[in-house]
């Protein structure tokens, strides 16, 4: 039994407040971003899934072991189907098996493998760009890029419909036009 003196209960709760965690995530408004060195199994790898943008260096190393030790990843597994494949999602659940920052890549677990000597600068390049934008017109569309993920086409479209009318309401569109219309970079106010 894990946990010592922890009750059933207790630790059945404690999971608990890592799905919320990953759930958070989805609904922060403000980009997150995730850089990889090293390993990022379990766990490790739901937080990897659950941020925006995922950069790794090229020697990082990907896994959902728990499968050997008699557990399977299913907390995980309901962010995992949502970034890659089935087939490829059902392996790494059924065998434990690590793979490479460049197979995380293909298979859409992060958006970019680096060379271990550009690694710290590709991470602060995509910061920087992340954060160069509206923030009130980025935490709306994450919000509504997470909110359509389960719903069907019609449902989203509906949904975005609306979502792009509230977005012309925000003030730093204004900005972003003028901005664009001056041939200056944008001063956001986030309104």
């Known amino acids: 039994s894990f946990g010592g003196d922890q009750s059933f209960l207790d630790m059945h709760y404690d999971r608990g407040h890592y799905a919320e965690l990953l759930i958070k995530m989805n609904k922060c408004k403000k980009p997150l971003l995730a850089a990889i060195e090293g390993y990022c199994l379990a766990g490790g790898m739901g937080l990897c899934l659950s941020s925006d943008v995922a950069i790794a260096s090229e020697d990082a190393q990907f896994g959902l ?20 494949g089935r087939k490829k999602a059902l392996e790494l659940c059924m065998t434990g098996d690590r793979i490479a920052a460049a197979e995380a890549e293909r298979i859409g677990i992060v958006n970019y493998s680096v060379p271990k000597d550009s690694f710290q600068n590709k991470v602060s390049e995509m910061s920087k760009k992340l954060s160069s934008y509206s923030p009130a017109v980025m935490g709306l569309g994450k919000s509504a890029f997470y909110k359509i993920a389960d719903m069907s086409t019609g449902d989203a479209l509906s949904y975005l419909h609306s979502q792009l009318t509230v977005n012309t309401q925000v003030e730093d569109l204004m900005e972003g036009i003028s901005a664009f219309m001056q041939k200056r970079d944008p001063v956001w106010k986030g309104r």
Do not use: C, Q
């Not at 050997?68 to 890659?84: C, D, E, F, Q, S």
């Open 65 to 84: 072991p728990e499968i050997k030790r008699g557990l399977w990843p299913y907390m995980v597994t309901a962010i995992l189907i949502r970034n890659v």
